[in-house]
C-alpha cells in the first residue's frame, strides 16, 4: 500500500498540531503507524491522499449515518450557504431544527443548539446543578462525556485508547464533584445515593455505552436508574450524543422506553457538520438565561449551514424501512466479526471485542487483548477496511454500506484473522 504523501503530511503536521492530530482519537498510537490523511468520501467510501479506498466504519465518529457526500444535505448546505453562513441572530432554521428535534424526542419540551457534544453535557449538566442547587454528579467508569473538566474523571474513547486515568489540568476540587459508578452495576449506583444523601444533582449515561466500545445496558438497569433518581430528586441526564437517531429514530429513550429529565444530541442532528443541542422538561429548561439565571451562550450555536445539513439528514431517516436496512446490514457484518472474540451491537453501532468473555461494562471491556486488536486493524486497513483505530470504539455502519461492503468486510476480517492465527 503506498503511503508516502500520508506520511509526508504527517511529518508536517507534527511540527505545527500537537501529536500532528486535532483529535486524539485520530492518531494510531494504540495500534501503531501513521494516520492515513482523507482526501475525500463518497457513500461508504474514503479516499486517502495516496489514493488508497478503504470501506469506512468510522463515519466521522457516527455522524455519516447517511455516509459520506449525500447529495439531498450537500445541496440543503449550498442552498443556505447561499443565503449567508452565520448571523448571531434567530433564523427560521433553528425553529424548524428544535421543533422536529421535539417530535422526535418528546422528553425535549424545550431545546437549545450548541456545536458539540461536550457544549451539550457541559450546558446540561449545569443546568442540572442549576435546577437542584447541588453540586455533585454522577458518571460512569469508562464513558466519555466530553472534555469539560469534571467529566474527565475515569472517561473512555480517546483517554481509554491512550491509557489516561482522567487529565492533568483538571483542578481537584473541581474533579471531587464528579461521583463514578460501574456501567451495569445497578447496586453500585444505589450505594453512592446511599453515601451522598441530598447532593447529587444528575446521573449522566450514555443509554448505550460507545466510548468503552459498544456496551449495552442490561434489562432493567435504565428503569432502574429512572426509579432512583425520581426517588432521590436528582435529574437523569441521557447522552445521546452518539446513540440520538443512532439506534432508533427517537434515540435510545424511544429504544428502551425510558424518559429522562434532560438529553443531549449531536452527531447525527448536523449531518457531518459541528452541530449539537440539549433540552428537557420546560420547567428545567426555563432556567436557562435569558429566562433564568443558568448562563449558557455560544456564537455558532444554530448555525444555519449545520441545521440544514442536521434537518436534511433526519428527514431522509423518516422513510420507512430505513432502521430495518441499518439493522439488517449491521447485524450480518457483527455476525461476521464474531471470530474475533466477543461483539456487541445495539442497531448500528458495534464493537468487536478481543476477548472471550462477555463485555458489559468498562472493567471488561479492559480484558482485551489490544495488542492482537492492533494487528488486526492494520490487517483490515491493508485489505482497504477504515475501522477506528482503538479497541474502545464503536463502528457505524451507513445507509450507503451495500450488501458487497459487507461481504467484503467480512472476508477481509476472516482472512486478517487467519493470518493473525
Known amino acids: 500500500m503506498n503511503d508516502a504523501r500520508s ?9 505545527s498540531i500537537p501529536g500532528g492530530v486535532n483529535s486524539p482519537v485520530r492518531a494510531f498510537k494504540s495500534v501503531g503507524g501513521d494516520p492515513p490523511f482523507i482526501a475525500e468520501g463518497r457513500g461508504s467510501r474514503v479516499v486517502d491522499v ?15 449515518i447517511l455516509g459520506h457526500a449525500h447529495p439531498d444535505v450537500l445541496a440543503a448546505v449550498a442552498a443556505a450557504a447561499a443565503h449567508g453562513t452565520s448571523f448571531g441572530a434567530p433564523t427560521e432554521l433553528e425553529v424548524r431544527f428544535a421543533e422536529t428535534i421535539r417530535a422526535a424526542f418528546p422528553s425535549m419540551e424545550l431545546v437549545r443548539c450548541v456545536s458539540s457534544g461536550t457544549e451539550a453535557t457541559m450546558s446540561a449538566l449545569r443546568v ?10 454522577v458518571k460512569i467508569d469508562g464513558a466519555y462525556h466530553g472534555h469539560a473538566d469534571f467529566l474527565l474523571v475515569e472517561a473512555g474513547s480517546g483517554a481509554a485508547t491512550l491509557g489516561i486515568p482522567g487529565s492533568a489540568g483538571v483542578p481537584a476540587g473541581v474533579a471531587g464533584a464528579t461521583l463514578v459508578a460501574p456501567w451495569n452495576d445497578f447496586a453500585a449506583m444505589a450505594r453512592l445515593f446511599a453515601a451522598h444523601p441530598g447532593e447529587i444533582a444528575a446521573v449522566i449515561v450514555e443509554p448505550v455505552c460507545g466510548n468503552m466500545g459498544c456496551v449495552p445496558p442490561e434489562p432493567g438497569y435504565l428503569g432502574g436508574l429512572r426509579a432512583l433518581t425520581e426517588e432521590h430528586g436528582t435529574l437523569l441526564v441521557f447522552d445521546e450524543v452518539m446513540t440520538g437517531f443512532r439506534v432508533a429514530f427517537g434515540g435510545a ?32 429548561m426555563g432556567k436557562l438565561a435569558p429566562l433564568g439565571p443558568v448562563y449558557q451562550a455560544g456564537t455558532l450555536s444554530g448555525n444555519p449551514l449545520a441545521l440544514a445539513a442536521g434537518l436534511a439528514t433526519i428527514e431522509l431517516l423518516r422513510r420507512p424501512g430505513t432502521y ?17 472474540g466477543w461483539v456487541n451491537r445495539v442497531g448500528s453501532m458495534l ?3 478481543f476477548t472471550d468473555g462477555p463485555v458489559v461494562d468498562y472493567a471488561t471491556a479492559k480484558r482485551s487483548d489490544t495488542a492482537r486488536f492492533g494487528r488486526f486493524f492494520r490487517g483490515m486497513l491493508a485489505r482497504g477496511v477504515y475501522l477506528a483505530p482503538s479497541q474502545f470504539e464503536a463502528a457505524f455502519v451507513s445507509l450507503a454500506h451495500s450488501d458487497e461492503d459487507i461481504d467484503r468486510t467480512v472476508r477481509a476480517a476472516a482472512e486478517t484473522l487467519r493470518e493473525l492465527g
Open 128 to 137: 442540572a446543578r442549576g435546577a437542584t442547587g447541588r453540586d455533585k454528579i
Open 50 to 64: 495516496d489514493g488508497n479506498e478503504y470501506i469506512d466504519y468510522v463515519g466521522s465518529w457516527g455522524p455519516l
Open 351 to 353: 464493537t468487536a471485542f
Open 7 to 15: 506520511r509526508e503530511l504527517f511529518a508536517r503536521a507534527l511540527r
Open 324 to 340: 430495518e436496512r441499518l439493522n439488517a446490514a449491521s447485524a450480518r457484518l457483527a455476525a461476521g466479526l464474531a471470530g474475533a
Open 253 to 284: 429513550q424511544a429504544l428502551y422506553g425510558i424518559r429522562p429529565d434532560l438529553t443531549c444530541l449531536g452527531k447525527i442532528v448536523g449531518g457531518g457538520l459541528p452541530a449539537a443541542c440539549f433540552g428537557g422538561r420546560a420547567d428545567l
